[in-house]
């Protein structure tokens, strides 16, 4: 009897080593962390002249905010509002810059369609960029609408309605299907957090960088034109 225990005792199998702690990825949190003011911000940039290295970043952010209890009634009012400031800042530099800031931000392959789009329909030529998702570009038809005489109360109304529909519409996706969308990206997301994270900051800077550098381009043909 006292053989067959301690035999049975060295047949037992090994209790199960604990799992693994699986290391939640980093790209939940610092875009969690951005917030409503972040949010804000990277919607100003998103609408500016500035270049974003990654196109619909206000959308996916507002999109993945939602989805991670961030509440719509706020996030949805700040990615509007700061889209809306940056759009302006855009409109008030084709205004001030006219066919020279026009030169400077758009190719040359666009120019001629933009300029026609926006001579033609002016009230469509704000709206449907302001609307639609990328690869439908925003800058051209939002400088060429001030450099074109496009007021800005005009300017601001339509794209103020289409940014508020376009966020809106995008808040309501990730309060309905949000987690879902984040379910299916997240294997891809945990192996990728840390160098997209990285990219997205170092293309960042230099986006902003290259924004002030035309911005002063920009005023110093101005003032040039002055003393002449």
């Known amino acids: 009897m006292r053989g067959a225990i301690c035999m049975s005792a060295f047949v037992q199998r090994p209790a199960p080593l604990p799992a693994p702690r699986v290391h939640p990825s980093l790209m939940p949190r610092w875009l969690t962390h951005l917030g409503a003011l972040g949010l804000f911000f990277v919607a100003v940039v998103d609408s500016s002249v500035i270049p974003v ?13 939602v989805a991670h209890s961030g509440n719509p009634w706020l996030l949805a009012p700040c990615a509007i509002a700061g889209s809306i400031l940056g759009g302006y800042t855009t409109w008030h530099i084709g205004r001030r810059g006219g066919e020279t800031a026009l030169h400077n931000y758009v190719p040359a392959r666009l120019l001629g369609r933009v300029v026609t789009w926006v ?10 960029p302001a609307l639609l998702p990328p690869p439908f570009p925003l800058l051209p038809f939002a400088l060429a609408s001030g450099a074109l005489g496009v007021s800005r109360r005009r300017f601001l109304g339509v794209f103020g ?3 508020s529909l376009r966020y809106s519409f995008i808040a309501w996706l990730g309060v309905t299907y949000g987690r879902r969308i984040v379910r299916m990206w997240s294997g891809t997301l945990q192996r990728w957090s840390t160098p997209l994270l990285c990219v997205f900051v170092c293309l960042l800077a230099i986006g902003i960088g290259y924004g002030i550098w035309k911005i002063r381009g920009l005023r110093q043909i101005e003032s040039a034109e002055e003393l002449a």
């Open 53 to 65: 290295p990654l196109p619909g970043s206000t959308d996916l952010l507002l999109l993945w905010l």
């Open 161 to 163: 309605a289409a940014r």
């Open 119 to 128: 001579e033609r329909h002016p009230v469509l030529a704000v709206f449907l």
